[in-house]
């Protein structure tokens, strides 16, 4: 399918890694990243995800079939890049605890509306992690349209300062990110 039926800001995180790393930590085809695909008509449309995390208020349309939906909603009244909140970063740890949750059935596909604030902070967090540098997180996150850097900035600011004390530094995060490729199977 062509691009221009792909939702906004609609990529691979691993293959974007690619640009600035001799190695990315993610195979491609494994977290993918994007914008609302209510018009998208079958999953091989979003990269054939087994998952798809939905960070919106609202649920997802469940029209593609195969595919399990996980919603974990950050309130709309939180400021999703002030990772020094307590509310964004409850928030935070339940969305990473799904991607480390074992048996998720992958390639993940991570949403908002449109692809980049949740969703940008939430795949800041993932990225830092599994220790990829603070540059090429931000690097990755201003490939979406309308990227904010001091915005993102901001929240690695928070997301480093929290991350030491969470049990989401562990493992099983890092395992389930960058183990196998994009096949559909849990871990």
Known sequence: MSATFRPVNHRDVGEALGLWLDVSPIPAGRLLRGGRFDAMTA?????SPGTILNLRRGPDPAHLTG?????????DDIENYDTRQRRVRSWLGRALSVLATPGLAWPVYVHCTSGRDRTGVVIAAALLAIDVPR????EEYMLSDGAD???IERAIDG???WLPSTGIHGTRLR??????????HGL
């Open 43 to 47: 999953a091989g449309d979003l990269g």
């Open 67 to 75: 595919v399990a939906y996980v919603h974990v909603a950050a309130d």
């Open 135 to 138: 540059q090429v997180v931000a």
């Open 149 to 151: 850097p001091a915005a």
């Open 159 to 161: 997301i480093l300062e």
């Open 175 to 184: 395992a389930a990110l960058t183990s196998g490729g994009g096949s559909r």
